[in-house]
């Protein structure tokens, strides 16, 4: 198989090939691909060196599958090129997500809908990848009927320009290339992305509108808020959910622990419970604090906790990629 990383120097795509190479995924030829000012970089990896390559010398290399992350924008323009050079384009970017065209995937919920013609495949968003895996199995038993969401994010989800704004701040020293518009040392920032007409960010419509594709029920009442907080190594997200049948909470717990992707924490006597410091560098999605909610009927409370890098981004588009070429890909 030959395959192609695009965006292979950033904080996704190198966790990317961080992936590639834990999960063993097997490849002849591979393309670290990015922008024209890093053409002619070397990266090391499995101990052999890499020269990264620019756009068009990667399409007309062909590869089987190429996992994109570098951008809405630049997705746009090359994910097509690629598609229609024979390659599999697995699209971490939002450029794909909400196209009816395109497949929206968490493979532990979804995948059984790709098919061989699916050149390009959306990645969904980290915060909606972590929250879906979690409430998937809960919705197929007693159906979700609204959910109130507050995240409470890393700064690597903005990218590199924003770990060294945390870090130059915690450090003392003034940061020269903000990707805030405010200090984030030592504060909370309400805004992810960009606000939309309706005073809700991009990043909260996200979890709305690709839940409601990812399990196909466009009922299902969601609201949220996108909190931008100080740490790094993962997404914590708390969730308040309203079933539409009666539940019981040992069940809900079994039934999350028999999830592949989840690990249940929820042992509060001996104060565990999820945490991004302990979810860093994982791939499973942490789940805790389950209590029901003892304002309204049929309610529950949860957090869960991932790394963004990881089953948020780099690992659901790896498994995607291990998909397609043991049911696709024949060599």
């Not at 198989?1 to 120097?9: D, F, N, Q």
Request: proline share 4%; with cysteine.
């Amino acid at each position: 198989m030959k395959l192609a990383v695009v965006g292979a120097t950033g904080l996704v795509g190198q966790e990317i090939l961080n992936v590639i190479s834990e999960r063993n995924l097997e490849f002849s030829q591979l393309y670290l691909v990015a922008s024209p000012r890093s053409i002619g970089q070397e990266i090391t990896f499995k101990d052999s060196v890499y020269q990264v390559i620019g756009m068009d010398e990667a399409v007309s290399l062909k590869p089987d599958v190429a996992i994109f992350s570098a951008g809405g924008s630049t997705s746009l323009e090359w994910a097509p090129k690629f598609a229609q050079a024979g390659t599999i384009v697995i699209d971490n970017s939002s450029a794909w997500r909400m196209n009816p065209k395109h497949k929206l995937i968490v493979p532990e919920i979804n995948a059984s809908v790709l098919r061989i013609d699916d050149r390009i495949i959306a990645n969904p968003n980290c915060s909606t990848i972590q929250m879906v895996l979690a409430l998937a199995p809960l919705h197929e038993k007693y159906g979700l009927k609204r959910l109130v969401i507050s995240t409470y994010q890393s700064v690597t989800g903005t990218g590199k320009d924003a770990v060294d704004q945390l870090m130059q701040e915690r450090s003392g020293k003034e940061s020269t290339n903000n990707a805030y518009p405010y200090k984030i040392d030592l504060n909370v920032l309400p805004h992810i992305d960009v606000f939309q007409d309706n005073a809700y960010t991009k990043e909260e419509m996200k979890m709305v509108n690709e839940t409601h594709k990812i399990l196909q029920d466009d009922s299902i009442g969601i609201t949220a808020t996108a909190v931008r907080i100080p740490v790094m190594g993962g997404h914590s997200e708390s969730i308040n959910i309203e079933f539409h049948q009666e539940y019981d909470l040992d069940e809900v717990t079994a039934l999350l622990a028999d999830t592949p992707g989840i690990v249940v924490e929820d042992d509060i006597e001996n104060l565990k419970y999820p945490m991004p410091i302990n979810a860093h560098g994982r791939d499973e999605v942490f789940v805790g604090r389950l209590r029901r909610d003892e304002s309204q009927p049929r309610s529950l409370n949860m957090w869960v906790v991932a790394d963004n890098l990881r089953k948020g981004a780099a690992t659901n588009a790896v498994q995607i990629a291990e998909y397609m070429v043991a049911h696709y890909l024949v060599y």
